[in-house]
T-cell receptor, first 109, second 113 residues
Framework: GQNIDQPTEMTATEGAIVQINCTYQ??????LFWYQQHAGEAPTFLSYNVLDGLEEKGRFSSFLSRSKGYSYLLLKELQMKDSASYLC??????????WGAGTKLIIKP | TAGITQAPTSQILAAGRSMTLRCTQDMRHNAMYWYRQDLGLGLRLIHY???????GKGEVPDGYSVSRANTDDFPLTLASAVPSQTSVYFC????????????FGEGSRLTVL
């Protein structure tokens, strides 16, 4: 079956760096997506990887290794507003998005 | 810019009753989607529409129906609600098909008793 795994919860300190991992097993691959979702709000698109390597976008970067079925989201210079859930999603060969359950990131002062 | 508007924001519904969740977008996106989000699970696709006049079934379509009479509106109907349909429902859209870059509404929290 198709599966996305990511940690349920992580804690980090304001100003630090945190890496949120995601592993996937899907039928085919058409891209890996990261979303941010604050509590009680809508998910918002953060990043997209389809080729191996690192995509940097300000304080956020996303990495992909297709051979390992692995991605991570790297958040630098953490701010309190980064406290949210981070959703990993993989698009399979049928262009269907398979979603992970999300990683709740708690930022402490 | 409103983006995607969902209504109602929250609703409590007796089992067996029908309910329509409304979704309207002003971005002229062709594709629209309905997801449900449950604690501990990833978003699950209920139904989708690639363009006005067409709809398709997602991962968990049973007990739900949709219509797409025009580009902007994509209502989701529960004909006879059951407690397992208690969830947060998100409507989303994209400017093209075969993309994972979706724009989500703020969600509708539905409780079926």
């Amino acid at each position: 079956g198709q599966n996305i795994d990511q940690p349920t919860e992580m804690t980090a300190t304001e100003g630090a760096i945190v890496q949120i991992n995601c592993t996937y097993q899907t039928s085919g691959f058409n891209g890996l997506f990261w979303y941010q979702q604050h509590a009680g709000e809508a998910p918002t698109f953060l990043s997209y990887n389809v080729l191996d390597g690192l995509e940097e976008k300000g304080r956020f970067s996303s990495f992909l290794s297709r051979s390992k079925g692995y991605s991570y989201l790297l958040l630098k210079e953490l701010q309190m507003k980064d406290s949210a859930s981070y959703l990993c999603a993989c698009m399979d060969s049928n262009y269907q998005l398979i979603w992970g359950a999300g990683t709740k990131l708690i930022i402490k002062p | 810019t409103a983006g995607i508007t969902q209504a109602p924001t929250s609703q409590i519904l007796a089992a067996g009753r029908s309910m329509t969740l409304r979704c309207t977008q002003d971005m002229r996106h062709n594709a629209m989607y309905w997801y449900r989000q449950d604690l501990g699970l990833g978003l699950r696709l209920i139904h989708y529409s690639n363009t006005a006049g067409t709809t398709g079934k997602g991962e968990v379509p049973d007990g739900y129906s949709v219509s797409r009479a025009n580009t902007d509106d994509f209502p989701l109907t529960l004909a006879s609600a059951v407690p397992s349909q208690t969830s947060v429902y998100f409507c989303a859209s994209s400017d093209r098909t075969h993309t994972g870059e979706l724009f989500f509404g703020e969600g509708s929290r539905l409780t079926v008793l």
